[in-house]
């Protein structure tokens, strides 16, 4: 604390560090091991700096001392932050599987084969609840899709696995209590004329409380599958005011506000993700196709060469993660719907973890001016799993999980989606608020340790007498998620068929 204070007020004679001062001090606190930074940091922390720029005090203690606190002018908690709200398609706002020629029927059932629990006794499961609930209530109980999996593992058994999941509530099965669970379930996916709901109302609810909210946000749809162009199709109707619940309700900009509709013949508007073996990020722009998926499964050459050598409608290539996060930045800065397709390989050859799983800009600056949050059904606790945060301004870094479930990512509830129209729009303002109180806590911080004794060379601080976990009550059990094996997450591919995300 002393040398950071004294290395401040060195570089500072009037209260306030410019952007030349803050270079010099950056560089400074690297030589001594005090930056959560290297040398070749300092110009992408300064990018958005301005020369005119200044920072006082509190606010570079706010930064030092707290990992999501970067340097950026504070914003006016009455203003309303851009939103940039990523979404996973299959099993998060779709509950149609198309690929795999599933009714509604045999979707809802799987769904119901992960959400009922009960025992197992003589190698029989037996349901033990009376309502379907998304984690598990008791440890000593597990679901019917977890009981197959353990009688019946392997890839080999997938299929026997999937047919008795998809007649969960038929009669004669397991869950045949759970059946005017079924009933209710699909008559939520059932349109008043009888044809099959494709995106779950609760997702354009939420696009209705935006608009009519007058928020600013950008809207991006994220899979691992070749489904883009059906959320597209949806999406499209809704905004050009088609949708049955919401007939006339418009979003296409012929009011005179953005236009939210998803044209996929805009190649800057979609791609996927590519990683080569240097495990660079690139964004390939204009095409979904990717090797060693759908039609072209059986390519060997998964590099980049892959679209020059075969006839693709690629618009252009956002070759580096620095491309590729300031293109991604700068898009989801507009008012605009995007998608793009994640890499499942990539995912798989990481072990099915955060490490591998759909890359997420995002920016942890106290002062920010925009909010981007992530709902994916597949998150879990302990490991995102699905999802890989990436820090805008710590470029090189890998990111606990934990604090991000609490302001920025959702693990999406299937049952509830379906069941509450207002669950998407809760969801985001439970995150929201939870952002401002993490704002909030992080400015006390700042204000506190601006208070301490700056000529102490040291300061004796009382040595808690309890162990002490800032996040108790907050932690979530990872036991309490329906477990889904390797074998399972595998078959969900253009290759086999479904893809989960």
């Not at 609810?205 to 909210?213: I, M, N, Q």
């Not at 606790?381 to 805008?392: G, H, M």
């Amino acid at each position: 604390m002393k040398l950071i204070s004294d290395a401040y007020h060195e570089n500072c004679g009037d209260g306030r560090l410019s952007a030349d001062g803050l270079r010099e001090l950056l560089l400074s606190l690297c030589d001594h091991s005090l930056g959560e930074w290297e040398p070749s940091d300092v110009d992408n922390i300064l990018a958005d700096f301005g020369p005119k720029s200044s920072i006082d005090f509190d606010e570079f203690l706010s930064w030092v001392y707290q990992d999501s606190a970067m340097l950026s002018p504070r914003l006016d908690c009455r203003e309303q932050r851009h939103l940039t709200i990523n979404f996973d398609v299959n099993k998060t706002i779709v509950m149609r599987d198309k690929t795999a020629n599933k009714s509604v029927e045999v979707v809802i059932n799987e769904v119901l084969a992960e959400t009922c629990w009960g025992s197992v006794q003589d190698d029989v499961w037996n349901l033990s609840v009376t309502k379907p609930t998304s984690l598990r209530p008791d440890d000593s109980l597990v679901s019917y899709a977890e009981c197959l999996e353990s009688q019946m593992p392997g890839a080999a058994k997938r299929k026997e696995r999937q047919a008795l999941k998809g007649a969960f509530t038929s009669f004669g099965f397991p869950g045949e209590r759970m059946a005017h669970h079924h009933a209710n379930l699909c008559k939520q996916l059932v349109y008043p004329d009888g044809s099959p709901v494709q995106v779950v109302h609760a997702f354009f609810r939420l696009l209705v409380e935006l608009k009519r909210s007058k928020r600013s946000f950008s809207l991006i749809f994220r899979s691992f599958g070749e489904d883009l162009e059906l959320v597209a199709r949806e999406l499209n109707s809704f905004c050009q005011g088609n949708h049955p619940l919401f007939p006339g309700f418009r979003m296409d900009g012929s009011d005179g506000e953005p236009d939210y509709r998803f044209d996929m013949s805009d190649p800057e508007r979609f791609g996927n993700f590519h990683v080569d073996e240097g495990e660079e990020l690139n964004l390939v722009l204009g095409t979904i196709e990717q090797p060693g998926e759908g039609r072209f499964k059986d390519a060997t050459d998964r590099s980049l060469a892959f679209y020059e050598h075969n006839d693709l409608p690629v618009k252009r290539i956002v070759r580096g993660t620095s491309a590729v996060v300031d293109f991604l930045w700068n898009l989801s800065s507009q008012r605009v719907t995007a998608g793009f397709r994640d890499n499942f390989l990539f995912w798989k050859r990481k072990g099915h973890t955060q490490e591998g799983g759909k890359f997420f800009l995002y920016d942890a600056s106290r002062g920010t001016d925009r909010h981007e949050i992530f709902f994916d059904d597949n998150v879990h606790f302990d490991d995102l799993k699905i999802i890989r945060p990436f820090n805008r301004l710590r470029q090189r870094r890998s990111w606990w999980g934990l604090p991000l479930l609490h302001t920025n990512v959702c693990r999406a509830d299937a049952l509830t989606a379906i069941n509450d129209d207002l669950y998407f729009v809760g969801e985001v303002r439970r995150l929201e608020e939870n952002y401002q109180t993490k704002l909030a806590a992080m400015q006390r911080c700042s204000t506190c340790l601006r208070r301490l004794p700056l000529k102490n060379s040291s300061l004796c601080l009382p040595k808690p007498e309890e162990h002490y976990d800032a996040w108790e009550g907050l932690r979530k059990d990872e036991r309490v998620l329906p477990a889904t094996s390797e074998a399972d997450v595998d078959f969900f591919s253009p290759c086999h068929g479904p893809r989960v995300g």
